[in-house]
């Protein structure tokens, strides 16, 4: 991913015209939006399964596993 940013801002500083500067600008702001949004959801997704470790240790009553998932969130 980052090679493939690298290249698409070189392509925007050698383009000669503003439409392809324009081009190169937008793709690389979305690929920048798509990698957020996907770090975004790994986090939510690793929160809710901390979570849900934590709440399994409560109903076995496990409060060392309760106090560790507190701790790694």
Do not use: F
């Amino acid at each position: 991913m980052e090679k493939d940013q690298g290249e698409k801002e070189t392509k925007e500083e050698g383009a000669r015209s503003e439409s392809l500067k324009n081009e190169g600008r937008n793709e690389v702001q979305r690929k920048r939006k798509e990698v957020k949004r996907s770090l975004r959801r790994n986090k939510r997704g690793w929160i809710n399964s901390v979570a849900q470790e934590a709440e399994d240790a409560v109903q076995q009553g496990q409060m060392k596993g309760v106090y560790v998932a507190k701790r790694r969130l």
